[in-house]
């Protein structure tokens, strides 16, 4: 095992792995995000991880950002549908500085007024920022399709309404309602000793009361097919294919997975970019992407071409779908989809960031971590039979809805 886990008396769980670099990388990962507001509370969950930075009982903003700053190391934070993480880069030496920085802002964090006026105005620029690029606005606008009704279809930055009328007992009433301390994990990788980094997480972290709150997660049913054109101030049409797809808890995930990066995945020679932009010369940018979440998931195609090309980049997208329904993987296809997937993820181990947040979520939803072995395992098992179930059940057409932006006309 390559790493170890000690948890608290209050539920928090401190994840260590040891790691021989002078860099070191630690992250904060509460079980809370944008599905668990209520219906007036739209944006609240990434209001206050901005509002974290803005003051404690004993630190002002200016504090906050040049306690890391000032020794070159990075600050950071985001909100997803699921989780709020807080996460830092830093020298070794800085340990102490860094997990009583993290600790301070997370759990003393005091919300003055005036910083959740200014705070709001800076959101709603956020907002408007992201409604001017249309590859990002897109798929804020699928997911509210796909999950329409339900909190997992509203958009994690909330609207310039709801931001608007944020009170301090708002976000003090979500954090009591959704910081549940058994549903939080501290992590830690660098060169240090596991004795040290246990007393130093215990230091700042013991004091910080249980709480046992539960969640309310509603699950959304799954989507039937539906198609919707949007016209918008753009000069190139984006396009959205895409449906539910299943859950962090179901194996079948990995078959998924592996079917998603043969499709679309990082590498230039993904089936859809070989097709699309490489054959045709249709569109500069098209890719796939498998989200799991803790009850469904997302899966969806993307690609941004001009108008006259829409359409038939649209049909090439559902010939490679059709193939995969049809007609199962050859074992040749089959065992190099599964050596590049695997490849690719060894050398996303030099993110050693990304790994550690990546192990702080696994003990999060599962109590447990994977080692990259047992990964690679449930890789290699997935078979050619398995493949073309999960084909027919993720890309049957009565379940793949699209959302297309279109320029206006002139």
């Known amino acids: 095992m390559d790493h170890e886990i000690y948890t608290l008396k209050n539920g928090i769980r401190i994840l260590f792995k040891y790691a021989n670099s002078p860099i070191s990388h630690c992250c904060l990962i509460i079980n809370s995000g944008s599905r668990d507001e209520k219906e007036n509370q739209v944006g609240l969950a990434h209001f206050i991880e901005h509002l974290f930075f803005k003051g404690t009982e004993t630190r002002n903003t200016t504090k906050i950002l040049n306690r890391l700053e000032l020794v070159g190391a990075d600050l950071n934070a985001y909100t997803t549908k699921e989780y709020t993480c807080i996460h830092s880069s830093f020298l070794n030496e800085y340990l102490n500085r860094t997990i009583d920085l993290l600790c301070d802002i997370t759990f003393h964090s005091i919300f003055p007024e005036e910083e959740i006026k200014k705070e709001k105005n800076v959101i709603i620029d956020e907002i408007l920022s992201y409604e001017d690029q249309p590859e990002e606005a897109i798929a804020d606008d699928f997911e509210a399709l796909l999950f329409k009704g339900n909190a ?13 009328v944020f009170l301090k007992k708002d976000v003090l009433d979500f954090i009591s309602s959704n910081y549940n301390t058994h549903e939080i994990v501290f992590a830690v990788t660098g060169n240090y000793r596991t004795s040290k980094v246990f007393k130093l997480a215990e230091k700042y972290l013991t004091d910080i009361p249980e709480n046992t709150t539960a969640k309310n997660r509603k699950t959304p049913i799954r989507k039937t097919r539906e198609e919707i054109i949007s016209i918008k ?12 797809a299943y859950s962090f808890f179901d194996n079948k995930k990995y078959g998924l997975s592996l079917l998603n990066n043969l499709l679309g995945g990082s590498c230039m020679s993904s089936r859809l970019n070989m097709e699309i932009r490489e054959k045709y010369g249709i569109a500069y940018t098209v890719e796939s992407s498998y989200t799991p979440l803790s009850d469904t998931g997302i899966f969806s195609i993307y690609f941004g071409t001009d108008e006259e090309k829409a359409v038939k980049a649209t049909k090439l997208v559902h010939k490679e779908l059709k193939k995969l329904r049809d007609h199962k993987l050859g074992s040749l296809q089959l065992q190099q989809a599964k050596k590049r997937f695997i490849g690719q993820i060894a050398l996303g181990e030099e993110n050693r960031m990304s790994v550690l947040i990546s192990m702080a979520k696994s003990l999060l939803d599962f109590n447990h971590i994977d080692s990259l072995e047992d990964l690679f395992r449930n890789i290699n098992a997935v078979t050619e039979t398995e493949l073309l179930e999960i084909s027919n059940e993720i890309f049957d057409t009565d379940y793949l809805s699209s959302l297309n932006f279109v320029p206006e006309n002139e």
Request: aromatic share 0%; proline share 4%; net charge negative.
């Open 152 to 164: 997992l279809g509203e958009n994690i930055l909330g609207t310039k309404e709801s931001v608007e």
């Open 233 to 244: 101030p753009i000069s190139q049409t984006h396009t959205i294919i895409g449906g539910n």
